[in-house]
């Protein structure tokens, strides 16, 4: 039973470090532990009450629940390593009975104190191996809460992409809202490249959402800065330059945007809602459902 305790910690340490590993160098991988619990926290949030605020907060919950499942995998497994040790492996301060502490939750007191660094208090390692393992546990520890701020420094830049794209198209749509000045107007040579301006950063977020996933549940809460809010109105200039009355140059950009929009709103589909539409706009909108868009 000794040996099936240390090797189901053994696995769980296994699939934290592997799951973080796969978030921060390799988000194609298999480690699915941060992706289904972000989905859970994204689910759980829209359904409950108030879903229209907590709906918002989907992304930050996501992560916060994400590191906590880390830090409980971590914790979890390095103390049913030490489980089959208690006892006898371990000094006991001279007030408590050790044969009072040789349960689970001895063995969980003694990781948690390793993975945090606090020190040994009233129990401490007294075999070499346990020694040794104490120090390990603390530097997994500070891995984990590196992992975990350099996690959260990469995902923000990815946000700041999407979200000031969606405020230049918002103003582009303004603008000719407003000043009754269509960009079919302009010169080609202007709106060939505005819309090559627009497709380089439309792929910049399809990407940032294909190596962060996480930033897709992280909705804003102004809808100038909201892509799905801004979509459809790319969508809309994209069509209108691939009409036969522009210049081939302001036609051939306007088919990489379109071709850009349908790799968003295909990848938006396959990664994160499940729409079975097929269609650009079917698929956009399943994109903006899940931002709560029809709600604001």
Do not use: C
């Amino acid at each position: 039973m000794d040996i099936l305790w240390t090797a189901l910690g053994v696995a769980l340490i296994g699939i934290a470090l592997r799951d973080i590993f796969d978030v921060l160098f390799h988000p194609l991988g298999r480690g699915m532990v941060a992706r289904k619990v972000v989905r859970a926290v994204a689910w759980l949030a829209r359904k409950l009450p108030r879903s229209g605020t907590l709906g918002l907060l989907a992304g930050p919950l996501g992560y916060v629940a994400v590191v906590a499942t880390w830090a409980s995998l971590l914790a979890v497994g390095w103390a049913l390593v030490f489980l089959p040790q208690m006892p006898d492996g371990f000094n006991f301060d001279p007030g408590l009975n050790p044969a009072e502490h040789t349960g689970f939750l001895d063995a969980l007191y003694v990781s948690l104190v390793n993975l945090t660094s606090l020190g040994y208090g009233d129990i401490s390692p007294a075999t070499p191996l346990l020694r040794v393992l104490g120090p390990v546990e603390t530097m997994f520890g500070l891995g984990l809460l590196t992992a975990s701020i350099s996690w959260l420094i990469s995902i923000y830049p990815a946000l700041s992409r999407r979200r000031s794209l969606a405020y230049e198209i918002s103003l582009l749509r303004a603008a000719e809202a407003e000043d009754d000045l269509s960009l079919d107007a302009l010169t080609p040579d202007v709106t060939e490249r505005l819309l090559a301006e627009l497709t380089s950063r439309l792929v910049a977020v399809e990407r940032d959402l294909v190596h962060f996933p996480i930033s897709y549940y992280f909705s804003a809460g102004d809808p100038r800065f909201s892509l799905p809010v801004a979509a459809p109105y790319l969508l809309e200039i994209a069509r209108r330059g691939m009409n036969e009355a522009q210049s081939k140059i302001v036609r051939f950009r306007s088919r990489l945007l379109m071709q850009a929009i349908d790799d968003l709103a295909k990848t938006t589909a396959a990664q994160f809602h499940g729409s079975g539409a097929t269609t650009p706009e079917e698929l956009l909108r399943g994109y903006a459902r899940d931002h709560l868009v029809h709600e604001r």
